[in-house]
């Protein structure tokens, strides 16, 4: 029930939850701070690279994401 009241929340409007970590994402920048707007586009540039190794494991008639598929 959880996972429908996620997608009608997604729907209208809100932003999904992100699927990277803010604080291990500063964690990692050892030089430069992290401004705000980072975050999302990080996130969205992950989401692409996951919906494209999917579609490469698919596309090997496979149901297992590996590091080859990025």
């Given amino acids: 029930m959880a996972a ?8 209208k409007g ?3 939850e992100l699927i990277i970590s803010k604080s291990r994402t500063k964690g990692a920048v050892k030089k430069c701070n ?3 707007e980072f975050y999302g586009a990080l ?4 989401r692409e690279l996951i919906k494209e190794a999917e579609a490469r494991a698919i596309g090997n008639k496979r149901k297992t994401l590996k590091a080859v598929d990025l």
């Fill in 4 to 11: 429908k009241k996620k997608k009608k929340a997604a729907r």
């Fill in 14 to 16: 809100k932003p999904a």
């Fill in 34 to 36: 992290v401004g705000s």
């Fill in 43 to 46: 996130d969205g540039a992950v």
